[in-house]
């Protein structure tokens, strides 16, 4: 469970609140209500852009296109039904109900199956950061990738393993510096690379693969993303 002070942090660091009374001790803390903190990215390839609603409430007022990410917000608690729809229309795409509890921090994966959206709540469960290392989880996004394992630099140990289709690792330490990641299936075959990434020290990250395997004129090939899900300063 991360404190109040953990989450002010993240959230000004998304710049969604203006919490910088939480952090100066000289003067009285302010009470916000109870809240949880979410972040949305889109990860459905043939999405042109959606906006999203927490119950009436309206999320963002620019489309939230492919491969993109809506920084950390904070949610009231309790059961809420998620609605993702196109701009400029009242056609729901999808519906979603999803139990936000208090103080806790999430990632909202919007995704593409067979055909249809379809929404994942993941909870953003990290541990305390460190100068010397970064820690990093990877989701697996692509409807036809199959299960997909990370390795690291020249090892032929899968740091991840076995995601399949939706699924997710837990956060994992690595040392600051710089690697070379390969996405492999479960016949060992290379589905996506990314050589040279450079993870630092007191940030978390997500790794997201995304796109199609099998690529037709208008689709999205299959590739990796590099999330930051948190620095601490």
Request: negative net charge; aromatic residues 10%; hydrophobic residues 35%.
């Amino acid at each position: 469970m991360k404190n109040l002070k953990h989450l002010a942090s993240i959230a000004l660091l998304a710049g969604t609140l203006g919490l910088t009374g939480c952090l100066d001790n000289d003067k009285d803390p302010i009470e916000y209500p109870p809240a949880g903190y979410i972040s949305i990215y889109n990860g459905a390839p043939n999405n042109t852009g959606v906006i999203v609603f927490a119950d009436q409430n309206q999320v963002n007022n620019n489309p939230l296109k492919y491969s993109e990410a809506l920084a950390y917000s904070n949610f009231y608690p309790g059961k809420r039904l998620f609605k993702f729809s196109q701009s400029n229309s009242v056609t729901s795409l999808l519906d979603k109900e999803f139990e936000i509890k208090v103080d806790s921090v999430y990632s909202m994966f919007v995704v593409e199956d067979a055909g249809t959206l379809d929404a994942v709540l993941l909870d953003d469960n990290w541990s305390q950061t460190t100068a010397g290392k970064s820690q990093i989880r990877m989701i697996n996004l692509s409807p036809d990738a199959g299960t997909a394992s990370l390795l690291i630099d020249e090892s032929e140990t899968p740091f991840v393993a076995d995601l399949a289709f939706k699924s997710n690792s837990d956060f994992k330490g690595l040392d600051s510096k710089i690697y070379d990641l390969t996405v492999v299936s479960s016949t060992g075959e290379t589905l996506a690379t990314a050589t040279r990434v450079e993870l630092r020290g007191n940030r978390v990250y997500t790794l997201v693969l995304r796109g199609y395997k099998q690529s037709t004129e208008n689709a999205k090939k299959l590739d990796l993303q590099l999330l930051t899900n948190y620095i601490h300063y």
